[in-house]
């Protein structure tokens, strides 16, 4: 009884020597069963599964199990699988305690000595699952607990987005349309729009194309579309920047700018100049007086417009 009383004090539960004596036989071993199990149950603990979710084709994936079992328990196994298929074990009881399966495009190229640490060697799309950590405790009861994530492969772009569409100069109320292009990827790469360094807005850029090709990447096409106002002319430029991003694994832009002109005073007039001369013209033929011409008129306007140059107007 004293030995009973003591499991029921580590639980918690007042129970004294009168309450244990009513009970009899088979109701008070059930009991001890049930509360051994569940302290069999708790002792083992999954703390922690590391799966990468983006991985490049063609690169290693590391991933990681880790767990935690009091002192009076011992580990049994630990097991791998990809989509329900064993591909690693790790007994550390048995004649050979570390053990591989063939699985295609899981091919593990090296573990720790617990095998909570694997590295998946060069990575191919059949790579691409989902990954569950299986960890045991020693019998009788063989506590089991499990953890899975998912990994996808991803096919990088071979070069950065492309603008295309950008005009070296630009003025005052003219429209800059532009386009920026990824390169061939899966999933297809998100790009996004700077103008002089600042997230362009929105209603200035148009929804996303994708393109499929035959070989199942993907190309994003993306295009701008603003005009020119008075607050771009800050400076003597208006830059464009794409920048095209995949997962955490891919970051890479291309910045283009444009020349931005001030219309001259003196172009400005330059159409009155032409209308006055016409006039000059009529008038001076009419009266037919000798001493102005058609060409002095001329003279005078170009005089006008030489002046602002030079005054820089």
């Not at 899975?148 to 295309?164: C, E, K, R």
């Not at 729009?193 to 499929?212: C, F, M, R, S």
């Amino acid at each position: 009884m004293q030995k009973y009383d003591g499991v029921f004090h580590r639980m918690g539960m007042n129970v004294n020597h009168a309450m244990l004596t009513r009970l009899r036989g088979q109701h008070l071993l059930t009991l001890f069963s049930l509360l051994m199990v569940f302290e069999c149950i708790i002792s083992l603990e999954l703390l922690e599964l590391r799966v990468p979710a983006h991985v490049a084709l063609g690169a290693r994936a590391q991933l990681s199990c880790r767990w935690a079992l009091s002192a009076a328990d011992v580990l049994y196994s630990v097991k791998w699988y990809k989509d329900g298929k064993e591909f690693f074990r790790h007994v550390p009881r048995d004649s050979e305690p570390r053990r591989k399966f063939p699985l295609p495009g899981v091919d593990v190229e090296k573990s720790d000595a617990s095998g909570s640490n694997l590295v998946l060697s060069h990575v191919v799309s059949e790579s691409a699952g989902r990954y569950r950590c299986e960890v045991s405790g020693e019998r009788p009861l063989f506590p089991t607990v499990s953890e899975h994530a998912d990994m996808d492969v991803v096919v990088l772009p071979n070069h950065g987005p492309v603008i295309t569409g950008l005009h070296t100069r630009y003025r005052l109320g003219d429209y800059v349309q532009v386009n920026c292009t990824s390169g061939r990827s899966r999933p297809p790469c998100h790009l996004s729009w700077y103008i002089n360094g600042e997230p362009a807005p929105a209603i200035a850029v148009h929804p996303p194309v994708y393109t499929l090709y035959g070989d199942e990447l993907q190309t994003t096409l993306l295009q701008l579309n603003f005009k020119i106002t008075q607050q771009y002319f800050t400076k003597n430029g208006v830059k464009v920047k794409c920048l095209a991003t995949l997962a955490s694994l891919y970051w890479r832009s291309n910045e283009e700018s444009a020349l931005l002109e001030r219309v001259k005073l003196y172009e400005s007039l330059l159409p009155d100049v032409q209308k006055t001369n016409y006039k000059v013209d009529r008038v001076f033929s009419h009266t037919n007086h000798a001493c102005y011409t058609s060409s002095t008129a001329n003279v005078v306007g170009a005089v006008i417009i030489l002046s602002l140059r030079l005054l820089n107007v």
